[in-house]
């Protein structure tokens, strides 16, 4: 999670701020004006954040129960034309558990060496149109079930298929096996609205749609397949998140380089200026989809149990809110792992620093959400004498 303090300069006028200087480079400049967020701005910015953050996981959770009701049946409860195999859940194992760590620290570290020898602009480019065909995906999938609702029994609803095959007769073999209907290209096509929007503007609101519709996703059709698994899974990932924010640079560098909806931002200046404002508060997908789907393995459990009592699932949910409130807590008290600013950012080439970009602050939330999101249930089931039971 990150926050901002200062307005970022474009490229002509930091070019037109350097250029101010003489040419033995003496002169310290500051290059931005500062921006110092009211209290009501912080809390609306802050508050906002930790409700987007909850939506994905609350839906999600309930409908990663459906999800995989249905594939216990066989079919698909949304009859929204998303009955193909690349929406079914995807069961993570132990062993997965234990790679992902090490496979999310070589692409980060990997996306940290492409931005250091390729140009970001053109890398940035490419990330916006992968994401733009993801993001259309994902918001469609997560409106379809709403639009089953809205559209009217009498709707015609024509079904449509789109298949790719490679070969012919016995040596015949399925590449693409799309089956979809007309609720779900009217959910694709305001969906790409939204992309080319983000895809045009890079707007915060159309960042933050997709953004929440990958977290859903992610949560829904991420599945844990025990209590274990997801105890290690999150171990694993507390450790990655610590490493890589106070360890290294590599996290800061890649997080104030990469151009994409793998986060939530809110602006902490939205009441100064409106639906233009820049200066934002931030929250990385992953703070969401990893607690989220480890929630949701408890709603399942709850489930599981027949007891007609959700007590894990509210219990592990009123965790992430005080693990995410105390990040907010930390992350805004004291200011810790402020990766750039006044006097500590060089451009390259400039042997004097210069303040171009704004002070970003980031914490690791990971370091106490997932003591929280664990710890809480675990404490739980202990005193209800079910400890056994849950990791069995």
Not at 39 to 44: D, F, K, M, V
Not at 168 to 185: A, H, P, Q, R, W
Not at 323 to 333: A, K, N, Q, R
């Amino acid at each position: 999670m990150s926050e901002t303090e200062h307005v970022p300069l474009s490229a002509p006028e930091a070019a037109a701020a350097l250029n101010a200087t003489d040419s033995n480079g003496t002169e310290a400049l500051n290059a931005t004006a500062k921006f110092v967020a009211t209290p009501e701005g912080t809390a609306l910015a802050y508050g906002s954040l930790v409700v987007m953050a909850l939506l994905p996981i609350f839906f999600g959770a309930l409908r990663s129960v459906t999800c995989s009701k249905s594939k216990e049946l066989g079919g698909n409860d949304y009859g929204s034309g998303f009955g193909n195999s690349s929406d079914a859940p995807e069961t993570i194992t132990g062993r997965d558990a234990a790679r992902f760590p090490i496979i999310a620290s070589c692409t980060l570290f990997g996306l940290y060496l492409f931005f250091k020898v390729f140009s970001q602009e053109y890398i940035n480019l490419l990330l916006s149109v992968y994401f733009f065909v993801l993001g259309v995906l994902a918001l469609s999938h997560t409106m379809s079930p709403l639009m089953s609702r809205i559209f009217p029994e009498s709707f015609p609803n024509k079904q449509y298929q789109l298949l790719f095959t490679q070969g012919s007769g016995e040596t015949k073999e399925e590449i693409v096996n799309y089956e979809f209907d007309t609720k779900t290209l009217v959910c694709l096509l305001i969906s790409s609205v939204v992309g080319f929007w983000y895809l045009l503007k890079k707007h915060w609101i159309a960042n933050n749609l997709f953004g929440l519709a990958f977290a859903l996703n992610g949560v829904e059709l991420l599945h844990l397949n025990n209590v274990s698994t997801g105890c290690i899974l999150l171990g694993g990932l507390f450790i990655y998140d610590v490493f890589w924010v106070f360890g290294t640079n590599v996290m800061v560098t890649v997080a104030k380089s990469f151009e994409a909806p793998i986060k939530l931002v809110f602006p902490q200046d939205l009441l100064e200026k409106g639906l233009g404002a820049s200066n934002f508060a931030m929250l990385g997908l992953g703070d969401i989809v990893i607690p989220g789907i480890f929630i949701a393995l408890l709603l399942r459990f709850d489930v599981s149990l027949k007891k007609n009592s959700r007590t894990y699932f509210y219990s592990s949910f009123l965790a992430y809110i005080f693990g995410l409130g105390l990040t907010i807590f930390v992350m805004h008290t004291f200011k810790h792992a402020q990766v750039w600013g006044q006097g500590s950012w060089r451009h390259p080439g400039v042997s004097f620093p210069v303040l171009i970009r704004p002070p970003v602050h980031f914490q690791p939330a990971l370091l106490y959400l997932v003591p929280a999101c664990v710890g809480f249930p675990v404490l739980v089931a202990l005193l209800k004498g079910e400890l056994m039971e849950m990791f069995r």
